[in-house]
């Protein structure tokens, strides 16, 4: 009897209309994220926006003989696009709380009221420091949104199927960033306002958002573990679709009993039990940010002007990212369960590494500091960025955020996830405020930058990442942890 078979028949669960639709309205967080990734790049790449905001860029922009890798190098244009990470880094230890105390559902009721303030605030902006209150309001969204919606994934789905569960948030990320550079595309014809309808737009999905979190149920964890042992029962009952889930509801009460004893959650975080799940949850999130994804992602119509893509053309081929990016992201949901976390991980090291270090070497050795590629070159280029883009879709995109939610024990879940969850707004605004300048001091010398660190990715999980494919999420200690050479050490 396979591992896969066994828990079958712990745990029996059938596919329920309801259940879906939870599972895809809660992922609306996710397009809320992939949107605010993707706009901003296409934003920052239109004139109009550039002669409101930043004139001076602007102004360098238009120069016959501008610098190739430094046109786009304004701090202020920077904090434009970091300072909704900024924002979601502090605000995802009070979603932490949040779940905790009021539940997954009531949280992702918060993030939907931010999305939808940030979204009419940016988009009526006035000055820079309308837009970057805007951007903060969307950020707080997002670290409400990215702090609830993958745990209440990992929760809410059935133990054989908690890896595709999860990856649709991921998922829905990459829907969002093809939306908004679809959105970019068309917006750039409408002057002198276009700018303003991208960032409005992302009201769309936040309303989708704010239904959604109305119609999903709570997850049986939050409300056994909060007391409610008889709404968790039968709300078990309804998202499985079988009578027979006491063996599922006895395991998530032991595991709340246990919760429930922890006061102090960030305490018992630092305890030396506690380290293995924190360590991976923290590193796998921030090394999720130094493959270079979002130097990509948000650049993309810059990184493409910047080889000699004219302003059409680049949003054209930040849309063909866009679409590799929402159909690799499937191979994970079809193939996470099946193979399992480590190999997917592994064979996109490889890629990834064969791709950054390409594109390095064709831009060293090819574009100068004011000439261009051929076309020949650009398209090749293209082909790389895509491959890279590929490789992370059905890897490191979504295995990010679904293993670090189902590592961690019920009693420093909301508290561990939070970390993991910041840590990735830290080196997302880190990347984010720096890459503009990196680009500009390092050149093409910044893609082996990358390069190096998705080699020590590579090592990372080899040696210390374990697989947790058809484990129980409750069962995590156990079954994974304590029988892992190395971490077993850190175990009680």
Known sequence: MT?????????????????????????????????????????????????????????????????????????????????????????????????TKFGRKPTILVASVFFLFGAAVSSSAQNIWMLIIGRILLGFGVGFGNEAVPLFLSEIAPVERRGAVNILFQFFVTVGIFFANLVNYGTSKMHPYGWRVSLGLAGVPAVFLFIGSIVITETPTS???????????????????VDNVNSEFEQIKAASEIARQVKHPYKKLMKRSSMPPLIIGILLQVFQQLTGINAI???????????????????????????????????????????????????????????????????????TTTGSLTKLQSAFVVVLVCMFVMSFAWSWGPLGWLIPSETFP????????????????????????????????????????FAVWILKMGLFVYFLLPETKNVPIDLMVERVWK?????????D
């Open 3 to 99: 591992d896969s078979e066994k828990h079958d028949q712990d745990f029996p669960s059938k596919f329920t209309v309801y259940v879906v639709i939870c599972w895809i309205l809660a992922a609306f967080g996710g397009f809320m994220f992939g949107y605010d990734i993707g706009i901003s790049g296409g934003v920052t790449a239109m004139d109009d926006f550039l002669i409101k905001f930043f004139p001076t860029v602007h102004e360098r922009k238009l120069h016959a003989k501008e610098n190739n890798y430094c046109k786009y190098n304004d701090q202020y244009l920077q904090l434009f696009t970091s300072s909704l990470y900024l924002a979601a880094l502090v605000s995802s230890f009070g979603a932490s709380k949040a779940c």
């Open 297 to 367: 992602m948000f650049y993309a119509p810059v990184l493409f002007q910047t080889v000699g893509f004219k302003n059409d053309a680049s949003l054209l081929s930040a849309v063909i990212t866009g679409i590799v990016n929402v159909l690799s992201t499937l191979v994970s949901i079809f193939y996470v369960d099946k193979v399992g976390r480590r190999v997917l991980l592994l064979q996109a090291c490889v890629q990834m590494l064969i791709s950054q270090t390409a594109i390095g070497g064709i831009l060293l050795a090819f574009l």
């Open 483 to 491: 029988q892992h050479p190395v971490w077993k050490r850190f175990m």
């Open 410 to 449: 019920q009693e420093t879940r909301t508290a561990g996830f939070a970390f993991a969850v910041s840590s990735n707004m830290l080196f997302t605004f880190l990347i984010a405020q720096a890459f503009l300048s990196m680009l500009c001091n390092m050149r093409a010398f910044i893609f082996f930058f």
């Open 223 to 241: 409300l056994i573990e909060r007391g409610n042992e008889t709404a968790g029962q039968s709300t078990l009952r309804k998202i499985r679709g």
